[in-house]
Each structure stands twice: as C-alpha cells, then as structure tokens.
C-alpha cells in the first residue's frame, strides 16, 4: 500500500490517498477539494478512487466528493447521514470495512461531534479533526473538549503507541508523542 | 505504506528494521548492517516505506535523495551534510541530530517532534507542516527555511535563529525560548501565548 497526502487549499486541510504500489482501487480520505493537483496524484499512480471516508461531514473535508463523483464510480463513507445524497454508507464505532482488499476499522469520536469518526488503516489512524500534533478538538467547546479527552484515552488505550497519526489539519504524528506530550492527553 | 513486520525477540515492542528481520537493538550484526546501508544510500536515490528506527548514521553526505514515508524514529544523525534531500512523511521522532547541516531541502508533512538538535544549520529549505513539538534545540540555526503551519508547542529552543524564515502560523506555544532570534522572520504570523508574544 501507498500513502500519499495532498493539501486541500480552499480551507487548508489535508487530504490522504492510499492505494496498492502498482495502481488500482484507491481510497480518498477527507477529500476538501478535488483539484488538478489531486487529480494528477491519482491519474500518475494509475489509481481510481473506489471509496471516500469522511471523518467529519463539514465543508473542508466534503467539498471535493461532488467533482471525484463525476469522474470516478465511488462509494461515500461517513458517520453522518446527511451524506447519503451520494452513494454511501454511514458507519459507527467498531466496524470493520472491507474495501478492495483494504481493511479499514471505525473509531468514533461522536462525544466530539455526533457524526465524526476516525479511520485505522494498517498502522495509520486518520483521526480528522478530533487530534492533531499537540491539540485535541481545535474548536470544540470546553465540554465536548473534555468529553473527547475520555474517548480519545479509551480509544488510544486500545492502540499500538507506535501507530502514526494523520490528521485533517497540521502535520502528523504518533500516538506515544500525544500520549508522552500532548498536555490534555498525558495528565 | 510502511513495511512493519515486528521484531521476534519476545517483549521487543519495536519494529523490525528494513532488509533484517529484527529491530536495530536486536541485530547482531550492528556495524555490517550499517556498512550495507551507507553503499544503499549511495547506490540508490529514491527509498520509500522503508523503516531505520535506533539506527546510528554518522559522518554521511546526502545529495538529492527522496525519503518517502520513511521512519527513522530514535534514529542518531552526527556530522551529517544533506543537500537538496526531500522528505515526505517521514518519521524522525526522538531522533538526535549532533552537527548536521541540511541545505535546500524539501521537507513536507514531516514528523522530528521529541527529537535533539545540537549545532545544527537548516538553510533555504521547504519545511512545511513539520512536527517539532517537544523537540529540545540547542545552537540551531534555520536560514530561510519556509517553516509554513509547522509546530514547535512545548519545545525547548536554546540559541535558536529563524533568519529570513516565513513563520506563518507556525505554533509556538508553550516553548521555553532562551536567547532566540527572528531577525527578518514574520513573527508577528507566528502563534505565541498571549503572554510571551515576541
């Protein structure tokens, strides 16, 4: 497997693509806008995107799914509902997908927000907006923040430290950094 | 993505490195594993998915190479001279960097959180969105490095410079900072706590 991450610019997000070393099926994660750039990632690997994840049904991690869907045959994966106006499938917590060979599990972070979720991918956890190096919930108000803490312990207590983390916004990192150093996290 | 296979010693937490089959601790062969790699380096430009966690690189050059999602946590760099390298996602957490000199380096979405710089020059180099929480700096010196949305929360700066360095939302909270410079730097783009503002 590929890992490849793309910036989305309208609302400086990050966007991740993964797929097989020698082109195929390919996954979009959180894709904010579908751009040249990206578009050129996708078709130089040889990729065609089979599958969207979304961890957070918002704006910046959406705005590109109308435009892959017009140029690719690709199913929506998201915790919120809402996005069922495109082919897809709303997931919760513990699921396990199956997407071409790829095995994705579901964490959620709806003690955060109710429709956000995080995505496991080997080694890799795509935890959308609900941490980043150095922050938990960027936004969040003070009791949700803290309601996110719990969840994210629990979830992280199930976890291998040396899993990275990639977010939806900033640069990535792993889950003994935030647990070693990120203050809401290691008190 | 990585090749992560886990190391067979029982209770060894850590992966086993690339081209072995355990984790740098547990090779018996240290120095020939070292030997290997430095004539790879050299023979090859592009490593991608590759993992070189603990492993000590001393006294290197590197030219125009391409590390793609490569983990070098733990790794120990000294007297290293890098130019024109490229790092894209790559992992160097809890590395020690002792004497080295990257120069027009391309570094994106790039992990050196928790990491030791000691004399250390960064220079004209694209660092963009690049993980330094936690990282302990002394005698670092980056000279326009574009550090664009990079993080440097809790960090320990000691006789830092950022010359001529583009800080546009670049974090700088909760960082112990003695004796830092940012002369012809926007700090006024950087993030600072309300108290400590530069």
């Known amino acids: 497997m590929r890992l490849y991450y793309h910036l989305s610019l309208p609302y400086l997000t990050n966007t991740y693509l993964i797929g097989p070393a020698c082109g195929g099926a390919a996954i979009v994660i959180d894709p904010g806008a579908m751009d040249v750039q990206l578009l050129e990632l996708v078709e130089k690997h040889h990729y065609y995107i089979k599958s969207i994840l979304v961890t957070n049904p918002d704006k910046a991690h959406t705005s590109g799914i109308k435009t892959i869907l017009r140029i690719y045959d690709a199913v929506v994966y998201s915790g919120d509902q809402r996005l069922t106006e495109f082919p897809g499938k709303c997931v919760s917590e513990g699921e396990t997908l199956n997407l071409e060979g790829v095995q994705v599990q579901v964490f959620s972070t709806q003690r955060f927000s109710r429709e956000s979720v995080m995505y496991k991918i080997e080694n890799c956890l795509f935890s959308g907006d609900a941490i980043s190096a150095g922050m938990v919930g960027d936004g969040a108000s003070f009791f949700g923040k803290a309601l996110l803490i719990l969840q994210l312990k629990e979830t992280f207590s199930r976890l291998r430290p040396n899993t990275l983390i990639f977010p939806a916004s900033g640069p990535p990192t792993t889950l003994e950094l935030e647990t070693n150093f990120n203050p809401d996290l290691c008190s | ?198």
């Open chain 2, 1 to 198: 993505m990585f090749n992560q296979k886990p190391c067979p010693v029982s209770g060894c937490p850590n992966y086993a490195v690339s081209f072995r089959d355990e984790c740098y601790n547990h090779l018996e062969d240290k120095d020939a594993y070292r030997q290997y790699l430095y004539s790879y380096f050299e023979k090859n430009s592009m490593f991608t998915g590759l993992n070189f966690s603990y492993v000590p690189f001393a006294d290197m050059e590197f030219h125009e190479k391409v590390f793609l999602l490569v983990d070098f946590n733990h790794a120990q760099f000294s007297n290293l001279i890098a130019d024109n390298l490229t790092l894209h996602m790559c992992f160097l957490d809890y590395a020690l960097f002792d004497s080295c000199k990257l120069i027009g380096a391309k570094h994106t979405h790039c992990v050196f959180a928790g990491s030791r710089l000691r004399n250390t020059l960064i220079e004209d180099t694209n660092m963009l969105q690049t993980n330094f929480n936690n990282t302990d700096m002394k005698n670092v010196v980056f000279s326009e490095a574009d550090l664009y949305n990079s993080r440097f929360i809790a960090g320990r700066l000691e006789d830092v410079s950022f010359h001529d360095c583009n800080l546009k939302n670049v974090n700088f909270r909760r960082t112990f900072r003695q004796n830092v410079s940012f002369k012809y730097s926007n700090h006024e783009d950087a993030l600072f706590d309300e108290k400590d503002a530069v």
